[in-house]
C-alpha cells in the first residue's frame, strides 16, 4: 500500500509538475542564448499603394497615371562570430542551470517520497494508537459497571467509584483527539497525493512493519547524491561561466552581414535584373571608454561566483550534519524503543498481578488505577516511539540522497522540452572547464 501511494503522489504530486515546469522554462533560456552561436536569418515582404503627386519633383508628365503599386522582398542573415567566447560562456551557464534545475526536481522527489512514507508511517501509528485508547476505554467501561453494581450493593465505597469513573473519562477523552489527528494526518497525505483532503487506504499495521537494516560503514562519497549538493555544484559552474561572459565585454564584437532585396512595380518584375539589389559586409564594434559600466559587471560575476562556492560548502556541510543526525538518531531511536517495549511488558505483568492482588482483597484499587494508567500512557508512548525509529530510517535515506531517487524521478512528471543536438553540441564545445571562463 505504501508503495501506492508513493506512485500516485510521483504521478499526480502538484510540486513535482511546478517543478518539471521550471525545468522547461531553463530548458527554453538555453535554446535562446545557444541559438546566438549561429547565423539569424530572416525574410521581409511588402506591399503598397501610392499616389504621386502631379506638382512634386519631378512633375508628373500629362496624361500619367498617378496611381501605381510597389512591392519589396528581402532576405537577410547576420552572424556574431562570437570570437572572444561570450555567448558559448553564457551558453555555459544556461545550460548548468538546467542542470540545477533537474537537481532540484530531484530534490522534490526526495522530498516528496520521504514524506510520504514518513507521514503515512505517522497515520499507521495514530490508527494503532486509537485502538490502544478504545480497546482501554472498554476496558474501563467494563470494569465501571462491576463497580457501580458492587456501590448499589454497599461494597464498595463512593471514592473507588468515582476513581474508576474517572479513569474511564480519560480514556474516553483520548479518542477524539487521535480520530482528530487522524484525520489531519489523512488531509495532508492527501495533498501530497494531489488529490482532494479525503480517506487514505490502508495496508499492514505498524507492528507488521520491518526495518531495513542500516550498514555501519557507509561511505562519505554516497552524498553525491544528494539533489541540493549536484544543484549547488551546478550553480557554481553557472557563476563561474558568468564570469567569462562579463570579462568578455571588453573585447570587440565581429558581426556579418548579407542581404538580398529586390523592388518593383510589379510582381512579375520582382524577380528581373534590374529590380534586384544586395549587400554583404561586416561590422566590428568594442568599448573604448564605459567608466566602470563593464568593471561593475565583471565584480558582480565574480562576487556571484564566491557566493555560489560558499553556498556549495555550505551545503556539503549541512548534508553531513544531516547525515550524522540521521544515522545517531536511527540508532539511538531503535535504542529507547527496545528499552520502552521492555517497560510495557514489565507494566503489563505489573498491571495483572495488581488487579489479581485486589481481587483476592490484599490490597486497594487505587493500585490497579496507578498501574493501568502507566501502561496506558507507556502503550501510547511505545507506539509514537516506534514510529519515530521509523522515520528515522526514512530521514537516513533522504540524508544520504536516497538511493531509489532515480527510479523514482522517471515515474514523475517529465519536463515536455530537451536540448536539441545543436544546444548539446553547443554546450560540449565549451563546457566541463570549471576554470576556463577565468
Known amino acids: 500500500m505504501l508503495d501506492q501511494l508513493v506512485e500516485t503522489a510521483l504521478r499526480d504530486n502538484r510540486d513535482l509538475r511546478l517543478a518539471a515546469a521550471r525545468v522547461d522554462q531553463f530548458i527554453g533560456a538555453l ?18 499603394r501610392v499616389r504621386a503627386s502631379a506638382v512634386g ?15 519589396n522582398v528581402s532576405l537577410g542573415a547576420s552572424w556574431q562570430t562570437d570570437l572572444f567566447g561570450r555567448v558559448r560562456r553564457q551558453t555555459e551557464a544556461a545550460q548548468a542551470q538546467v542542470y540545477a534545475s533537474e537537481q532540484g526536481q530531484r530534490g522534490v522527489v526526495l522530498t516528496l517520497v520521504a514524506g510520504v ?26 470494569t465501571l459497571r462491576i463497580f457501580e453494581l458492587r456501590f448499589q450493593k454497599g461494597v464498595i465505597a463512593k471514592t473507588e467509584l468515582t476513581q474508576i469513573r474517572s479513569q474511564t473519562q480519560q480514556a474516553r477523552a483520548a479518542i477524539p483527539q487521535f480520530e482528530q489527528a487522524i484525520a489531519a494526518q489523512e488531509n495532508l497525505l492527501s495533498i501530497l497525493l494531489g488529490r482532494a483532503p479525503g480517506p487514505v487506504p490502508r495496508g499492514k499495521t505498524i507492528d507488521q512493519l520491518l526495518a531495513p537494516q542500516i550498514p555501519g560503514d557507509l561511505p562519505a562519497s554516497l552524498l553525491q547524491r544528494r539533489p541540493d549538493i549536484l544543484g549547488a555544484e551546478q550553480n557554481l559552474v553557472a557563476a563561474n561561466a558568468n564570469i567569462g561572459a562579463a570579462r568578455a565585454l571588453y573585447y570587440p564584437n565581429l558581426s556579418l552581414q548579407a542581404a538580398l532585396a529586390t523592388t518593383a512595380t510589379a510582381t512579375g518584375a520582382l524577380f528581373g535584373g534590374p529590380a534586384a539589389a544586395g549587400l554583404i559586409g561586416a561590422s ?15 565584480a558582480s560575476a565574480e562576487a556571484g561566483e564566491r557566493a555560489a562556492l560558499a553556498l556549495y560548502q555550505q551545503t556539503i556541510l ?71 525509529r521509523y522515520a528515522q530510517i526514512v530521514n537516513v ?24 543536438a545543436v544546444q548539446s553540441q553547443a554546450f560540449n564545445a565549451g563546457f566541463g572547464k570549471l576554470g576556463s571562463a577565468k
Not at 535554446?31 to 503598397?48: E, F, K, N, V
Not at 519633383?57 to 512591392?71: E, H, K, M, T, V
Not at 505517522?122 to 472498554?138: H, K, N, P
Not at 564594434?285 to 567608466?291: N, Q, Y
Open 31 to 48: 535554446t535562446a542564448t545557444g541559438s546566438q552561436l549561429y547565423p539569424q536569418i530572416g525574410y521581409g515582404a511588402d506591399a503598397t
Open 117 to 142: 512514507a514518513t507521514s503515512y508511517i505517522v497515520l499507521r501509528s495514530l490508527d494503532r494508537q486509537l485502538e490502544i485508547a478504545q480497546a482501554t476505554a472498554r476496558n474501563f467501561e467494563g
Open 318 to 388: 549541512n548534508a553531513l550534519r544531516e547525515t550524522n543526525d540521521a544515522l545517531s538518531g536511527s540508532q539511538k531511536r531503535a535504542e529507547e524503543f527496545s528499552v520502552q517495549r521492555e517497560r510495557v511488558l514489565a507494566l503489563r505483568e505489573f498491571a495483572r498481578l495488581s488487579k489479581l492482588r485486589f481481587d483476592k482483597g490484599v490490597s486497594g484499587y487505587l493500585e490497579v488505577l496507578v498501574a493501568e494508567n502507566e501502561l496506558f500512557a507507556a502503550e501510547l508512548a511505545s507506539v509514537s516511539l516506534q514510529a519515530s
Open 284 to 298: 566590428l564594434a568594442g568599448p573604448v571608454f564605459t567608466f566602470g559600466g563593464i568593471e561593475g559587471q565583471v
Open 57 to 71: 519633383q519631378p512633375p508628373l508628365p500629362p496624361g500619367a497615371n498617378p496611381y501605381f503599386s510597389l512591392y
Open 397 to 420: 535515506y533522504q540524508a544520504m540522497g536516497g538511493g531509489w531517487v532515480d527510479v523514482a524521478a522517471g515515474m514523475a512528471p517529465q519536463p515536455q522540452g530537451r536540448p536539441s
